[in-house]
C-alpha cells in the first residue's frame, strides 16, 4: 500500500501561518527547528527516556512529527497519539492492550514496510490483540523486546498527547512496563529512547487518578525521564528569519528584526502566540481601511491592532486557561495578587500553585520571583478579572459615565482621563483605610480606564517594573501610547526616583511626555494635577 504524504519542499505561492494543528514546511511559514532536533537526537543517541511537557499549543506535536522524519535514517521510528484512544479503551487493561496494539501495528507498518521492523513480530502482535490473548498490560513487554530485538535499526517510541485520556490507573501500569525496560535494557532488549509528550506531569497525573500516601505521591513511573532541556519557545531571532522568509514572498517593507522584537516581547515566544499574531497581520488586518496598505501592516500599531483582535477571539487556548483557573482558585488568587498588587512572592516548584501554573504556561520565573509568562497573558489575565467585577465595580461604571468626555477627533485625552479620575477617586475613595488602597489602587484606576479604551485600545502592565509600590502602565488607543507610572507615596526622595524611573521609560519608548499616578496617604495631601518639566520632558502627575 502507497501512503500518499505532504511534500516537504516549501511552496512559497501557497504558505500561510498556522494555528491549526501541526506546522508542516510545505503549507506554512515557521521557525526552523533543526537546532532543537539536533538537541533531542544527542539525548536520543545517548537512550535517554525523555518527557516533553509544555503548556498546550507550545508546538509538541510539530517537534514530534518532525523528529520522526529526521531521525528515519538512523533509527526506525514508531509514532503514536493516544487522542486516538477512548476513555472507554483506558478502562480496562484488555481493552487497552487490545486498541494500544491495534494503534501500535498501524503506526509502525510504515517502518514494517521499509524492512526496518520485522513484518513477522508485528502480525503476530496484531493477532495476539485479535484473539483476545492480551489481557495484562504485562502481556506487551514481551512484544516490544522481540520486536527491538529483530528490528534493522534501533527502535525510538513516540507517543504524543499523553494526558489526554490518562485519568485511569492503567495508563501508570503502561508506564510502569516501558520504565521496566529501561531498568533492564543491559540485558533484555527494548527500545532506544521512549519520548512522551503532554501538559500534565506524571505526578499531576496520579493525583487526578486517586488519592495518593505521601510515599506513592512522589514516586512517578516516569522517574527515569532525563531532562528534557531543549527550549520550545522562539526567541527574537528565530521570528526574525521567519519573517524573513515571509519578505521574500511578499514584500511588505517590514523591518523584519524590529518586528520579529515587538512581536517577542508580546509572546514571549509562546509558538502558538506568535503565529496568532503573524496570522491576523498576514489575512485579517489588510482588510481594515486603515491598514490597506500593507506598509502600515507590519508595523508597531499594526501588531498592536493585532493583539487587540487576538483578545477579542474566543480561542481554546484562552478558554482552557479560564478553566483551569476555576479548578485551581489559588493559583488564580496568586496570579491576581501579582498582576494587580504587585505582590513578590518567591520563586518554587515545591509550592502547588506555583507548580501548576508553571506546567499550564500562565508562570516563569525571573531574578527569582514568580512572573507572569508573558505579555499577551497579562492582559487576557487582566481583562478576565476586571470582566468579573465589572457589574459591581463603582470605577467601572464611572469611566462608562465618563467615556465620551475623552475622545476627541479619534485620540484619547489622556490629560482629561486623569483629571476625572482624580475628581472620582476623591468623591469615592477618600475615607477608605491606606491598607485598602495600597492593596486595592491600581486596580481601581485600571477599571475606571478599561470602559474607556474598550474596543479600540490595549493596556498592559510592565513586569520588569511591578511592585507593591510601583507599576509602569502602557496605554495603546489606536497606535498612540501613553506611559503611566503608578505608585504609592513613600516620600519626596521616593517620588523623586519615581520621576527619574518614569524619564528612562520614556526615552525607551521615545515619549517625551509621561504620566504619573500618585497614592498618597498623607492627611495634608494636596489631590490634584500638576506639570512637572525635566529637561525635555513633561511629567503630568495626578494625586489622589
Given at each position: 500500500?502507497?501512503i500518499?504524504?505532504?511534500?516537504t519542499?516549501?511552496?512559497?505561492?501557497?504558505?500561510s501561518?498556522n494555528?491549526?494543528g501541526?506546522?508542516?514546511?510545505?503549507?506554512?511559514?515557521?521557525?526552523?527547528?533543526?537546532?532543537?532536533l539536533?538537541k533531542?537526537?544527542?539525548?536520543i543517541d545517548?537512550?535517554?527516556?525523555?518527557y516533553?511537557?509544555k503548556?498546550?499549543?507550545?508546538?509538541k506535536?510539530t517537534?514530534l512529527?518532525?523528529?520522526?522524519?529526521?531521525?528515519?535514517?538512523?533509527y526506525?521510528?514508531v509514532?503514536?497519539?493516544?487522542?486516538?484512544?477512548?476513555?472507554?479503551?483506558?478502562?480496562?487493561?484488555?481493552?487497552?492492550?487490545?486498541?494500544?496494539?491495534?494503534?501500535?501495528?498501524s503506526?509502525?507498518?510504515?517502518?514494517?514496510?521499509g524492512?526496518?521492523?520485522?513484518?513477522?513480530v508485528?502480525h503476530?502482535?496484531?493477532?495476539?490483540?485479535?484473539?483476545?490473548?492480551?489481557?495484562?498490560?504485562?502481556?506487551?513487554?514481551?512484544?516490544?523486546?522481540r520486536l527491538?530485538?529483530a528490528?534493522?535499526?534501533?527502535?525510538?517510541?513516540?507517543?504524543d498527547?499523553v494526558?489526554?485520556a490518562t485519568?485511569n490507573?492503567?495508563f501508570?501500569?503502561?508506564l510502569?512496563?516501558?520504565?521496566?525496560?529501561?531498568i533492564n535494557?543491559l540485558?533484555t532488549?527494548?527500545?532506544?529512547?521512549?519520548?512522551?509528550?503532554?501538559v500534565y506531569d506524571?505526578?499531576?497525573?496520579?493525583?487526578?487518578?486517586?488519592p495518593?500516601t505521601?510515599?506513592?505521591?512522589?514516586n512517578?513511573?516516569?522517574?527515569?525521564a532525563a531532562?528534557?532541556?531543549?527550549a520550545?519557545?522562539?526567541?527574537?531571532?528565530?521570528?526574525?528569519?521567519?519573517?524573513?522568509?515571509?519578505?521574500?514572498d511578499?514584500h511588505t517593507?517590514?523591518?523584519?528584526?524590529?518586528t520579529a522584537?515587538?512581536?517577542?516581547?508580546?509572546?514571549?515566544?509562546y509558538?502558538?502566540?506568535?503565529?496568532?499574531i503573524?496570522k491576523?497581520l498576514?489575512?485579517?488586518?489588510p482588510?481594515?481601511?486603515r491598514f490597506q496598505?500593507t506598509?502600515?501592516?507590519?508595523?508597531?500599531?499594526?501588531?498592536?491592532?493585532?493583539?487587540?483582535?487576538?483578545?477579542k477571539?474566543d480561542l481554546?487556548l484562552?478558554?482552557?486557561?479560564?478553566?483551569?483557573l476555576?479548578?485551581?482558585?489559588?493559583?488564580?488568587?496568586?496570579?491576581?495578587n501579582v498582576?494587580f498588587?504587585g505582590?513578590?512572592?518567591?520563586f518554587?516548584?515545591?509550592v502547588?500553585s506555583?507548580?501548576?501554573?508553571?506546567?499550564f504556561?500562565y508562570l516563569k520565573?525571573?531574578?527569582?520571583?514568580?512572573?507572569?509568562?508573558?505579555?499577551?497573558?497579562?492582559?487576557?489575565?487582566?481583562?478576565?478579572?476586571?470582566?468579573e467585577?465589572?457589574s459591581?465595580?463603582e470605577?467601572?461604571?464611572?469611566g462608562?459615565?465618563?467615556?465620551n468626555?475623552f475622545?476627541?477627533?479619534?485620540?484619547?485625552?489622556?490629560?482629561?482621563?486623569m483629571?476625572?479620575?482624580?475628581?472620582?477617586y476623591?468623591?469615592?475613595?477618600?475615607d477608605?483605610?491606606?491598607?485598602?488602597l495600597?492593596n486595592?489602587g491600581r486596580e481601581?484606576?485600571?477599571?475606571?480606564?478599561?470602559?474607556?479604551?474598550?474596543?479600540?485600545g490595549?493596556?498592559?502592565?510592565?513586569?520588569?517594573t511591578?511592585?507593591?509600590?510601583?507599576?509602569?502602565?502602557?496605554v495603546?488607543y489606536?497606535?498612540e501610547?501613553?506611559?503611566?507610572?503608578?505608585?504609592?507615596w513613600r516620600?519626596?526622595?521616593?517620588?523623586k526616583?519615581?520621576?527619574?524611573?518614569l524619564l528612562?521609560?520614556?526615552?525607551?519608548?521615545?515619549k517625551?511626555k509621561?504620566y504619573?499616578?500618585?497614592f498618597h496617604?498623607?492627611?495634608?495631601?494636596?489631590?490634584?494635577?500638576r506639570?512637572?518639566?525635566?529637561?525635555?520632558?513633561?511629567?503630568?502627575?495626578?494625586?489622589v
Amino acid at each position: 500500500m502507497t501512503i500518499r504524504c505532504f511534500d516537504t519542499k516549501p511552496k512559497e505561492d501557497m504558505r500561510s501561518f498556522n494555528t491549526e494543528g501541526q506546522c508542516i514546511p510545505a503549507l506554512h511559514y515557521m521557525v526552523k527547528l533543526d537546532r532543537r532536533l539536533q538537541k533531542v537526537k544527542q539525548l536520543i543517541d545517548r537512550q535517554n527516556y525523555l518527557y516533553i511537557k509544555k503548556a498546550r499549543q507550545y508546538g509538541k506535536t510539530t517537534l514530534l512529527m518532525a523528529l520522526r522524519q529526521y531521525l528515519q535514517p538512523d533509527y526506525a521510528v514508531v509514532f503514536l497519539d493516544f487522542q486516538g484512544l477512548s476513555n472507554a479503551q483506558f478502562a480496562s487493561e484488555a481493552a487497552f492492550c487490545h486498541a494500544f496494539t491495534k494503534l501500535f501495528c498501524s503506526a509502525a507498518a510504515n517502518e514494517a514496510a521499509g524492512s526496518c521492523l520485522p513484518e513477522t513480530v508485528l502480525h503476530a502482535f496484531s493477532e495476539a490483540a485479535e484473539n483476545g490473548s492480551l489481557t495484562a498490560v504485562g502481556e506487551l513487554a514481551p512484544y516490544f523486546t522481540r520486536l527491538c530485538s529483530a528490528a534493522s535499526r534501533p527502535v525510538v517510541l513516540l507517543i504524543d498527547e499523553v494526558d489526554s485520556a490518562t485519568n485511569n490507573q492503567v495508563f501508570l501500569d503502561f508506564l510502569s512496563q516501558l520504565r521496566m525496560g529501561y531498568i533492564n535494557r543491559l540485558f533484555t532488549p527494548t527500545f532506544q529512547s521512549v519520548i512522551l509528550a503532554g501538559v500534565y506531569d506524571i505526578k499531576n497525573l496520579k493525583l487526578k487518578i486517586r488519592p495518593e500516601t505521601e510515599h506513592d505521591r512522589f514516586n512517578s513511573p516516569w522517574n527515569i525521564a532525563a531532562k528534557f532541556n531543549v527550549a520550545m519557545e522562539f526567541s527574537a531571532t528565530e521570528i526574525a528569519m521567519m519573517l524573513e522568509e515571509y519578505e521574500a514572498d511578499h514584500h511588505t517593507g517590514m523591518d523584519t528584526s524590529s518586528t520579529a522584537q515587538l512581536i517577542f516581547d508580546y509572546t514571549a515566544g509562546y509558538p502558538y502566540l506568535v503565529s496568532a499574531i503573524c496570522k491576523l497581520l498576514d489575512e485579517d488586518l489588510p482588510a481594515q481601511d486603515r491598514f490597506q496598505n500593507t506598509d502600515s501592516v507590519w508595523t508597531e500599531e499594526g501588531i498592536s491592532e493585532a493583539v487587540k483582535l487576538l483578545l477579542k477571539e474566543d480561542l481554546p487556548l484562552f478558554g482552557s486557561i479560564g478553566r483551569q483557573l476555576d479548578r485551581f482558585p489559588d493559583l488564580k488568587t496568586m496570579i491576581r495578587n501579582v498582576l494587580f498588587r504587585g505582590q513578590q512572592i518567591p520563586f518554587s516548584t515545591q509550592v502547588e500553585s506555583i507548580s501548576m501554573g508553571l506546567m499550564f504556561g500562565y508562570l516563569k520565573e525571573k531574578d527569582g520571583l514568580v512572573c507572569i509568562a508573558n505579555r499577551i497573558f497579562e492582559m487576557m489575565f487582566q481583562n478576565q478579572f476586571l470582566a468579573e467585577t465589572a457589574s459591581g465595580s463603582e470605577a467601572y461604571q464611572a469611566g462608562l459615565r465618563d467615556k465620551n468626555q475623552f475622545i476627541r477627533n479619534g485620540r484619547l485625552d489622556m490629560d482629561r482621563v486623569m483629571q476625572k479620575f482624580v475628581q472620582f477617586y476623591g468623591d469615592v475613595f477618600a475615607d477608605k483605610d491606606e491598607k485598602y488602597l495600597e492593596n486595592f489602587g491600581r486596580e481601581i484606576f485600571l477599571m475606571y480606564l478599561k470602559p474607556i479604551i474598550n474596543g479600540c485600545g490595549n493596556s498592559y502592565q510592565e513586569s520588569t517594573t511591578r511592585t507593591m509600590t510601583r507599576t509602569d502602565l502602557i496605554v495603546d488607543y489606536l497606535g498612540e501610547q501613553f506611559v503611566i507610572e503608578c505608585k504609592i507615596w513613600r516620600g519626596q526622595e521616593y517620588n523623586k526616583r519615581g520621576e527619574e524611573q518614569l524619564l528612562e521609560y520614556l526615552d525607551f519608548y521615545h515619549k517625551n511626555k509621561g504620566y504619573l499616578l500618585s497614592f498618597h496617604f498623607n492627611r495634608k495631601k494636596t489631590p490634584g494635577i500638576r506639570e512637572i518639566r525635566l529637561g525635555d520632558k513633561l511629567i503630568v502627575e495626578a494625586v489622589v
